[in-house]
T-cell receptor, first 112, second 116 residues
Framework: KQEVTQIPAALSVPEGENLVLNCSFT??????LQWFRQDPGKGLTSLLL?????REQTSGRLNASLDKSSGRSTLYIAASQPGDSATYLC???????????FGQGTTLQVKP | DTEVTQTPKHLVMGMTNKKSLKCEQH?????MYWYKQKAKKPPELMFV???????INESVPSRFSPECPNSSLLNLHLHALQPEDSALYLC???????????????FGPGTRLTVL
């Protein structure tokens, strides 16, 4: 059974810092991995999707990496800003069902 | 158009009411999803529709009844709900090519449901 873990559960950093969010999964046979952002009371915004054949994806200040063999993904945020404050979730599909298995999320606070 | 829309944004209902949540997308996606999210928890899958057919029901109580009238619309009919059903209900959609993995899921803003 696939399990997804995110560490840390919460993170507080000063503005301008580069930071790394971690996501680990127990079954390395994944099709892809998706990173989301969620603001309080809002829906999920898709940040990056990494296919199983890819090692990383970049979008602006965000860079996500994937190491299937070790069951890990990282989301790197460069030059953090207060607007980056949100909860970040990673998710992998359960086989080919379309069902996403989510981690518990990392709540990020970037202080001005 | 890369947007999933949901209505209403907020809904308050009594335990004897019947109401419906609506979701719409115009991205040509053939897979649509309902998720339930409680505070400070990740979303939990409820239903998946693929090509307008129900493909996954995560053992959801019958007081929740999904419907997919066409490839762009997804409804969730609610009846005789309990206070513990109060949550944020999220709709999502993705491409679904037959025989291939489902791809990136796009979420709507959600409906905040309160059951009194």
């Amino acid at each position: 059974k696939q399990e997804v873990t995110q560490i840390p559960a919460a993170l507080s950093v000063p503005e301008g810092e580069n930071l790394v969010l971690n996501c680990s999964f127990t079954d390395s046979a994944i099709y892809n991995l998706q990173w989301f952002r969620q603001d309080p009371g809002k829906g999920l915004t898709s940040l990056l999707l990494i296919q199983s054949s890819q090692r990383e994806q970049t979008s602006g200040r965000l860079n996500a990496s994937l190491d299937k063999s070790s069951g890990r993904s990282t989301l790197y945020i460069a030059a953090s800003q207060p607007g980056d404050s949100a909860t970040y979730l990673c998710a992998v599909p359960a086989g080919n069902t379309g069902k996403l298995i989510f981690g518990q999320g990392t709540t990020l606070q970037v202080k001005p | 158009d890369t947007e999933v829309t949901q209505t209403p944004k907020h809904l308050v209902m009594g335990m004897t009411n019947k109401k419906s949540l609506k979701c719409e997308q115009h991205m040509g996606h053939r897979a649509m999803y309902w998720y339930k999210q409680k505070a400070k928890k990740p979303p939990e899958l409820m239903f998946v529709y693929s090509y307008e057919k129900l493909s996954i029901n995560e053992s959801v109580p019958s007081r929740f009844s999904p419907e997919c009238p066409n490839s762009s619309l997804l409804n969730l009919h609610l009846h005789a709900l309990q206070p513990e059903d109060s949550a944020l209900y999220l709709c999502a959609s993705s491409q679904a090519t037959a025989g291939l993995p489902y791809n990136e899921q796009f979420f709507g803003p959600g409906t905040r449901l309160t059951v009194l």
